[in-house]
């Protein structure tokens, strides 16, 4: 192994250099539809480049547990990607630095139920990770031509523990 990750709680403050957290906390932005919606407004940087487009989809990923080993995370240089859990179940969230082209130290946060997150463009990052069934999220990413997607594996994975 290449060493032991130890997951953190996501805080908007510490996943900022990654991306967003997508949450209703705190007061709306704005109370709309009669009074009985509280909007919380633009939650994420979205960005899809210039010749790409918006899409959603639906994942359906199988649930993993700790210890976790790592050996895969991957990025996408043409847009960004956010998870949004379709149940209220918590799941691992892997980020990592870019150091010249590669993947640096990761790191490994835990969501609360009720949080998403938003991996801004060409961050590196683990697959989609539920710790708990069901592992279904609605995926907002980029649609459009060419290749979105570089991989790196470790050559020695990494051990991610609670």
């Given at each position: 192994m290449s060493g032991e990750?130890?997951?953190?709680?996501?805080?908007?403050?510490?996943?900022?250099?990654?991306?967003?957290?997508?949450?209703?906390?705190?007061?709306?932005?704005?109370?709309?539809?009669?009074?009985?919606?509280?909007?919380?407004?633009?939650?994420?940087?979205?960005?899809?480049?210039?010749?790409?487009?918006?899409?959603?989809?639906?994942?359906?990923?199988?649930?993993?547990?700790?210890?976790?080993?790592?050996?895969?995370v991957e990025r996408h240089p043409d847009g960004s990607q956010a998870f949004i859990p379709l149940s209220l179940a918590s799941f691992l969230v892997i980020v990592a630095p870019d150091e010249d082209g590669r993947p640096g130290r990761p790191r490994a946060f835990v969501t609360t139920p009720g949080q998403a997150v938003n991996l801004l463009r060409n961050t590196w990052h683990g697959v989609l990770t539920p710790l708990e069934a069901p592992g279904l999220f609605a995926v907002v990413d980029r649609i459009g031509p060419g290749a979105n997607l570089e991989e790196y594996r470790f050559e020695v994975p990494w051990r991610v523990t609670g």
């Open positions: 990750i130890r997951t953190e709680p996501l805080t908007r403050e510490a996943f900022a250099p990654f991306g967003d957290v997508i949450e209703a906390a705190g007061a709306p932005d704005k109370i709309i539809n009669a009074g009985l919606c509280g909007r919380h407004h633009d939650l994420a940087r979205l960005d899809f480049g210039s010749d790409g487009r918006a899409g959603i989809s639906v994942f359906d990923a199988k649930p993993r547990a700790l210890p976790y080993t790592l050996d895969l």
